[in-house]
């Protein structure tokens, strides 16, 4: 992880504004602009680890990064994947003083981190930010609960074609990209085991609905795809 000067000058300029920073005024963004610190990691690096402390709030500005948390069995468990403009680990901060879970970026990825108390203070004094918090902390409680309860509606066949649509239509919005989690990580985002993963993926490639190059997925037959996420 390196500690690094954000390519934007001014918090106004970047997603911040655009989210829920928007309601705040230009005096209290210059503030947050002077009081954050903004990093890069490579794919793999640990952003926060869980248990570790809770100092600030994390905004993904660029690249992706998994949420997981390791049972008392050893398993990994990965609850969901953050996405650019996210506000990670919002569900922890405001129940625990420790994190539940790790952050780890499965791409290169750039975030920015804001004091814990600038936030508290903002919460305090701006009416407008403190519901637009309200908001998105209710949206990512929403997001996780309605994907997990959506896995569990599926089958095996049916919970990896929902994990291949969700990277090219939500994330990717193309049909060909580099899949930037393992197979053991699809099967631990979809609770099955690694070996019926890898079966599946290869049964959708004889079945010519996807082909697989090393990490690159292709879509090929979406409409299968689709009913397969659907009715699998």
């Not at 129940?95 to 203070?121: F, G, N, R």
């Not at 090219?168 to 609770?191: M, Q, V, W």
Request: charged residues 25%; contains cysteine.
């Amino acid at each position: 992880m390196t500690e690094s000067i954000c390519s934007s000058s001014s918090c106004a300029q970047c997603g911040f504004r655009s989210s829920i920073f928007s309601s705040l005024t230009d005096e209290q963004l210059k503030e947050l602009t002077v009081q954050k610190s903004f990093h890069k990691v490579g794919k793999g690096e640990v952003i926060v680890e869980q248990g570790s402390s809770i100092n600030g709030f994390i905004f993904l500005r660029v690249g992706l990064a998994k949420l997981a948390r390791i049972n008392p069995d050893g398993r990994e468990q990965i609850a969901g994947i953050a996405t650019p403009n996210d506000f990670v680990g919002l569900l922890s901060i405001f129940s625990s003083k420790t994190y539940k879970y790790s952050i780890i970026a499965i791409e290169d990825s750039e975030y920015c981190q804001v004091d814990y108390q600038l936030v508290m203070d903002l919460v305090e004094t701006n009416g407008k930010f403190s519901k637009s918090l309200l908001e998105k902390f209710s949206s990512v409680s929403d997001l996780l609960v309605g994907t997990r309860l959506e896995l569990e509606l599926r089958q095996l066949r049916g919970r990896v074609a929902f994990i291949i649509c969700y990277f090219a239509n939500e994330i990717y919005k193309n049909k060909t990209f580099n899949l930037p989690i393992s197979r053991k990580e699809i099967a631990e985002l979809i609770d099955m085991r690694v070996e019926n993963v890898v079966r599946t993926l290869s049964e959708f490639r004889r079945d010519k609905i996807i082909k697989i190059e090393g990490t690159t997925i292709e879509i090929l037959d979406q409409e299968k795809l689709k009913w397969i996420k659907m009715h699998g």
